[in-house]
């Protein structure tokens, strides 16, 4: 399902970028360019975000959102002016859970939007990393082949957890001992050849490749 958010900005050329970019991202998304109507909307429909301007026609943003806080804890972010501290102190005083300052990189807005997602709906699936029927709990760490758990030394682990990452990237020795082993590493790169063979004996005894495949002259890779 995909999230619904609510932008209530004023600024039609900002509310219109703002729409494409988030339905790019595969966010649904409505505007309103009135404070009023933008409160209704709020208050009316289910959103999982409601980004909102300071600024707007008929009732201004503070108190739109603390009307909004009154009845519903919806995520809100406040879209406020630059240097204006008092906008910032007050929105989040008013019950914005964060705010974003014009003008801003729409990136910065889509990392604020997924961080705050991540604080609202930390979902069983934000921990944990599965490829084919390997399992692995970050939180716990844990590895579970099937049913089965798996003991991992913590370099073995690492290494898991970068292929799990990047799954379908073909990983280099040196991105490899970067990623697990460090950037001032004192060790040769053959390491990574050698965890990589104690990782696949521990997945998979008989077949080498199932997990982790040897992509000749360049690294490996876990291909799904
Ligand atoms: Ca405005």
């Given at each position: 399902m995909n999230n619904r958010i609510l932008v209530i900005e004023d600024e039609a050329n900002l509310a219109r970028f703002i729409e494409l970019d988030l339905s790019h991202e595969g966010y649904e998304v409505q505007v309103s360019h009135d404070g009023r109507e933008g409160l209704e909307l709020a208050l009316s429909e289910e959103w999982d975000l409601i980004l909102l301007?300071?600024?707007?026609?008929?009732?201004n943003g503070m108190e739109v959102c603390r009307r909004i806080r009154a009845v519903k804890q919806t995520p809100i972010i406040m879209i406020t002016a630059r240097d204006s501290v008092f906008d910032r102190v007050m929105g989040l005083d008013n019950g914005a859970d964060d705010y974003i300052v014009k003008p801003f990189a729409i990136e910065e807005l889509l990392a604020r939007i997924r961080a705050l997602f991540r604080r609202v709906h930390p979902t069983a699936q934000e921990h944990v990393l599965t490829f084919k029927d390997i399992t692995v709990?970050?939180?716990?760490r844990t590895v579970k082949k099937g049913d089965r758990f798996i003991e991992l030394t913590k370099r073995e682990y690492d290494l898991l957890v970068t292929f799990l990452q990047n799954i379908n990237i073909v990983l280099t020795r040196d991105t490899l001992l970067n990623k697990v082993?460090?950037?001032?590493?004192?060790?040769?790169?053959n390491v990574v050849d050698v965890y990589v063979r104690y990782l696949r004996h521990k997945l998979d005894e008989n077949d080498k490749e199932r997990y982790i495949q040897t992509v000749r002259g360049a690294g490996y890779v876990m291909r799904s």
């Open positions: 301007d300071v600024m707007l026609p008929s009732l709990d970050l939180n716990a082993w460090g950037f001032d590493t004192e060790v040769e790169t």
